[in-house]
């Protein structure tokens, strides 16, 4: 081939070297298209399977300041931001036979060692729910009365593993609300936490505080405000029970104070009122020896309706260990005056209260009095 313009002759190899370059030239000089992007907000999954709901029963996140957890128990967190817990549903397996902890059993062991009548009454509940259920979940229209119940459910048959293997619940910091009325797994869901279906949720409030191993616990509104409120009652309570010895029984007072309060022998009768009532004060609040609110109130509480009798020997036997009085013996066993008094406080206690005693308690009396009348 012969270029006119030059009038030399081609190769074929410069014939496409030509054709390769206005193809890109073309494709460099070829304005870019403008792309449109749709930035469309959406919620996650999980909360649109929140909205809407009713929110007087939730699954929400259990901590405990007094016990550490990295930190995240001063930010009312029991997971690090993000991080979620996922479980199924709890199986066990005897000789080969699997059974899901549903709640939804009317013969699971929990039921049968219930009495005649409350046996009788759950397993009415149980049907009644499981009749809902199936109607819900799979058009099968069933009467509770039936003696053939459990032959004619479908879906929510305690041998239907495909059925509960599937059921798992998902918790994060965020509280997951529970609406029973409206969503047939959230009814499933709320049977299995409150039979122990779920290891990480405890059925209740209280129940996490016994346990203290759970990281979420089911809220009821009613049976949570009641539980919440529980240390504000006993604390109301050992207040009301301070004030009244502090306007009326100054001596009770005194002693209760040297029972309660690990540093007892701070106290003697020269301490003015004011001030055991402001330590007093301090430690129902928790804010003295023991920190923990409910205890430190209970026990103020429980040393406040002890015998005046009682209160004084606690309180001469708590002073008369710090000042070696009492000794402790390599046995683990209390010494006074070289005879055995006992292994704990109330073992002392029952012994001085003995009339056979009672030499040996005036005496215990007279030696630790020596130092409350400095």
């Not at 549903?102 to 409350?118: C, D, H, I, Y």
């Not at 004084?312 to 683990?332: E, H, L, M, P, T």
């Not at 005036?362 to 020596?370: F, R, T």
Request: hydrophobic share 35%; net charge neutral.
């Amino acid at each position: 081939m012969v270029n006119k313009k030059t009038n030399k002759k081609e190769t074929t190899a410069d014939v496409v070297e030509k054709i390769v370059e206005k193809v890109v030239e073309k494709v460099i000089d070829k304005p870019k298209a403008t792309q449109t992007i749709n930035v469309k907000k959406d919620f996650t999954l999980i909360e649109k399977y929140q909205e809407g709901k009713n929110q007087n029963i939730a699954i929400r996140v259990y901590f405990d300041q007094q016990n550490e957890n990295m930190g995240l128990e001063y930010y009312s967190m029991s997971l690090f931001e993000g991080v979620v817990h996922e479980e199924e549903l709890t199986c066990l397996e005897i000789n080969g036979i699997k059974r899901y902890v549903t709640g939804l059993n009317e013969f699971a062991p929990e039921v049968k060692k219930l009495s005649t009548g409350a046996r009788d009454a759950k397993i009415k509940e149980i049907r009644k729910a499981v009749a809902t259920l199936e109607a819900d979940l799979a058009a099968n229209i069933l009467d509770p009365e039936d003696p053939e119940f459990w032959n004619k459910v479908k879906l929510l048959r305690h041998d239907n593993h495909e059925f509960w293997k599937k059921i798992s619940i998902r918790v994060g910091n965020e509280p997951l609300y529970l609406d029973p009325s409206t969503d047939p797994y959230d009814l499933i869901k709320l049977y299995a936490i409150e039979a122990g279906g779920f290891s990480i949720i405890a059925p209740s409030l209280r129940a996490a505080k016994q346990r203290g191993s759970y990281k979420f616990y089911l809220d009821k509104l009613e049976d949570t405000v009641s539980s919440r409120t529980e240390i504000s009652k006993i604390r109301n309570k050992a207040l009301s029970a301070l004030s009244t010895m502090y306007d009326s029984n100054a001596s009770k007072l005194f002693y209760v104070a040297k029972v309660v309060d690990a540093d007892s022998v701070q106290y003697n009768r020269s301490v003015a009122n004011d001030v055991i009532y402001e330590n007093m004060d301090n430690y129902i609040h928790g804010h003295g020896t023991d920190s923990n609110k409910r205890r430190s109130a209970q026990s103020f509480l429980d040393a406040s309706r002890m015998e005046m009798q009682d209160l004084k020997i606690k309180s001469a036997i708590k002073d008369a260990v710090f000042y070696n009085f009492i000794k402790f013996g390599a046995d683990g066993t209390y010494f006074y005056q070289s005879g055995r008094v006992g292994k704990t406080t109330e073992d002392m206690l029952q012994y001085f209260k003995n009339p056979i005693n009672e030499e040996q308690l005036v005496k215990l009396l007279a030696d630790v009095e020596y130092y409350w009348n400095m």
